[in-house]
């Protein structure tokens, strides 16, 4: 009996000292990691609207970099996106809910809308989440769409859990170099589930170069590329009506 | 004293190393090993967790009740790992997402807890201590190696620093390293290991048989 007891009385007290420092070291740190997801967070938002600090050009950049190996000054960063995003929440309207069930978006009520303005203080871009599912899990990315929703400005995958080399190469700036420019016009004509944007295992020039409705896949990524075409034909297609239902009250409500 | 620490340094980095010998922490091996830089992170890591484990279960060895002492174990274990993983989250971000899942997979590391297992319980706190940075050393210098060559072949790289691509340029070949991918996936870690582990058996039954010559 008293053994037992011992036993019950060392184990309450061994996990009441541990949990106990686990969780002054989770609250010395919460803020920082705060920051440090917010940053991470900011940092794909500005890829995604292709700006890039000082003089640096995407091209500079090596086909395997991510959006982490952008040099960035942290100050630099947060008075950007300050001076050229304004976020506005669109309300989802019943009538569309019905072609969302697919998507992420069917469990919301409204959606994100973040307005991307350039130098001369016009509306650049619209950018939002888009969530898909991928090989291994859920696939996330921030999209931003030109003002006119004809291509896409970038697109940067925010998480993802595919296999390190094949699937998780969908971060790297050598596969998402290829979505700007991305024709969209066919989103404007869609009839029912038509797939819009298609992929090819290789594309001879960019979509800046001759702006065209397809990505290149990853070799052995298949599954992975799926799951980002889904998550693009499904959600940009809702995207783009709601924002084009909405332009004009967008035009009024920035800045 | 200073013998049985140079015999647990000997053995924990060579004759019994944990990998090569032992083959424990085979799935971190081959998870991580693509990328040498997250290699040296998830190394530290380990060592971290296994050396301060072993203190503290070393510390408390003689109160632990019996029944209870593997819980313990992992109560330890897994408090360490979340330091660690905080830690990262907090002072290497980009680190952390890269690491991703691996960092929290060091509680199941079998290393760790046959350390815990067959050493820290049974021995006074400073060799324990010892025998722990040891383990994670033996785990982490196996790794390395691995990954050096891992991140050579499959990227061309370095530390991230370009070295294949401009070297295959000077030497003429104009489209560069041409990675090979299959070094950057799960086979190529194995293969590695394989090729290590050979490495390591023949250099050791060579001695042996130098030895008894």
């Not at chain 1, 000054?73 to 069930?101: C, F, G, T, W, Y």
């Not at chain 1, 990505?215 to 009506?241: E, H, K, P, R």
């Not at chain 2, 209870?68 to 989250?89: A, G, T």
């Not at chain 2, 006074?124 to 050579?152: C, H, N, Q």
Request: aromatic letters at 10%.
């Amino acid at each position: 009996m008293r053994k037992g007891l011992f036993t019950v009385v060392f184990m309450v007290s061994i996990t009441v000292v541990f949990i106990s420092v686990l969780a002054f070291v989770n609250e010395i740190s919460r803020d920082r990691i705060a920051k440090n997801q917010e940053i991470r967070r900011i940092r794909s938002i500005m890829y995604a609207c292709n700006i890039f600090p000082g003089n640096i050009h995407e091209t500079d950049l090596s086909p395997g970099s991510t959006t982490t190996d952008i040099p960035w000054d942290v100050e630099q960063l947060l008075d950007m996106v300050n001076a050229r995003m304004k976020v506005v929440h669109l309300p989802i309207p019943p009538s569309q809910k019905r072609h969302l069930q697919n998507s992420f978006l069917s469990l919301q009520d409204s959606v994100q809308i973040f307005l991307i303005r350039n130098v001369n203080d016009e509306i650049d871009g619209y950018g939002f989440n888009l969530r898909g599912k991928g090989l291994w899990g859920t696939i996330a990315a921030f999209a931003v769409v030109s003002s006119d929703f004809t291509r896409m400005i970038g697109i940067d995958f925010t998480e993802q859990v595919e296999t390190p080399g094949l699937g998780a190469r969908i971060t790297e700036s050598e596969f998402k170099y290829l979505f700007r420019g991305l024709n969209l016009k066919g989103f404007f004509e869609r009839q029912g589930n038509q797939t819009v944007i298609d992929m090819v295992s290789k594309k001879e020039k960019t979509n800046l170069e001759e702006s065209t409705n397809t990505i290149q896949a990853i070799t052995g990524a298949t599954q992975t590329c799926n799951g980002v075409l889904n998550m693009l034909n499904t959600d940009l297609w809702f995207y783009i009506s709601l924002l084009r239902e909405n332009q004009e009250w967008l035009k009024k409500s920035h800045f | 004293m200073a013998q049985k620490a140079i015999d647990i340094i000997k053995d924990d980095l060579w004759k019994n190393n944990p990998v090569t010998i032992q083959i424990l922490g085979i799935c971190s091996t081959l998870a991580v090993t693509n990328i040498f830089l997250n290699t040296l992170i998830m190394g530290l890591g380990l060592t971290f967790v296994t050396a301060f484990s072993a203190l503290i279960i070393s510390l408390i060895r003689d109160i632990i009740p019996p029944r209870v002492r593997m819980m313990v174990q992992v109560l330890v274990i897994s408090s360490f790992v979340v330091i660690v993983d905080i830690s990262l989250k907090a002072t290497l971000p980009n680190i952390s997402k890269a690491l991703g899942p691996y960092v929290g997979l060091i509680i199941t590391n079998c290393i760790i807890m046959g350390r815990m297992e067959a050493f820290a319980s049974s021995n006074k706190p400073g060799i324990a201590f010892l025998d722990g940075v040891m383990t994670g050393f033996g785990y982490s210098w196996v790794l390395l190696v691995i990954a050096f060559f891992r991140e050579l072949l499959g990227f061309g790289t370095i530390l991230g620093i370009p070295v294949l691509d401009p070297l295959m340029m000077s030497l003429g070949a104009s489209e560069g390293w041409i990675q090979w991918a299959f070094m950057i996936m799960a086979p190529g870690g194995f293969f590695m290991l394989a090729i290590f582990i050979w490495i390591g058996n023949s250099v050791m039954m060579r001695r042996k048989i130098r030895v008894q010559k």
